[in-house]
């Protein structure tokens, strides 16, 4: 099976930088993704790491190491409306979320 | 508006019942996926479907079941429906039947509550 874990939750102030972890288990994945989730929105898709390192979108970053069964999500400059929830997710035999981190960016 | 179409947005109904909740994918989207969202809660995977054929299941309960369509639309249909399974149900599409640098799209969502 899959399973993912991240921090339930995570507290920034404006301007910062915050990372959200994501470790998982799998017996075998094409990648890790990222989405957010706005309060009462949809999920939008963010990132897509298929291989290892670094993945740069604008002031959103996103990590995978497959050694170490773990992913990242770099976010940057921080604004208040980056207060949602974060999804991991990795695609396998389907696709599979985390338990979600819900961000707070405080002024 | 991000392409992928829910309806209805919102559905209320008894216990016992039985529901249908549609979802036309994106243009050009072969693969659609269901998602159910309790309160607070993360994205449970039920159901994908790539170009008509069931392509993999999660924790699908036998009560609910869904099909794809020759146009590309799909239905969840949810059966005797009890208090727990009021949730977020979301769809999602994808061109590919598997993870890609463009992830997938979510529709907004049916607000399903069973009272």
């Known amino acids: 099976g899959q399973s993912l874990e991240q921090p339930s939750e995570v507290t920034a102030v404006e301007g910062a930088i915050v990372q959200i972890n994501c470790t998982y288990q799998t017996s075998g994945f094409y990648g890790l993704s990222w989405y957010q989730q706005h309060d009462g929105g949809a999920p939008t898709f963010l990132s897509y790491n298929a291989l290892d390192g670094l993945e740069e979108t604008g002031r959103f970053s996103s990590f995978l190491s497959r050694s170490d069964s773990y992913g990242y999500l770099l976010l940057q400059e921080l604004q208040m409306k980056d207060s949602a929830s974060y999804f991991c997710?990795?695609?396998?035999?389907?696709?599979?979320f985390g338990p979600g981190t819900r961000l707070s960016v405080l002024p | 508006d991000s392409g992928v179409t829910q309806t209805p947005k919102h559905l209320i109904t008894a216990t016992g019942q039985r529901v249908t909740l549609r979802c036309s994918p994106r243009s050009g989207d072969l693969s659609v996926y269901w998602y159910q969202q309790s309160l607070d809660q993360g994205l449970q995977f039920l159901i994908q479907y790539y170009n008509g054929e069931e392509r993999a299941k999660g924790n699908i309960l036998e009560r609910f079941s869904a099909q794809q369509f020759p146009d590309l639309h799909s239905e969840l249909n949810l059966s005797s429906l009890e208090l727990g399974d009021s949730a977020l149900y979301f769809c999602?599409?994808?061109?590919?039947?598997?993870?890609?640098?463009?992830?997938?799209?979510f529709g907004s969502g049916t607000r399903l509550t069973v009272v």
């Open positions: 997710g990795i695609y396998g035999q389907n696709f599979v």
């Open positions: 999602a599409s994808s061109v590919a039947p598997s993870g890609s640098n463009y992830g997938y799209t």
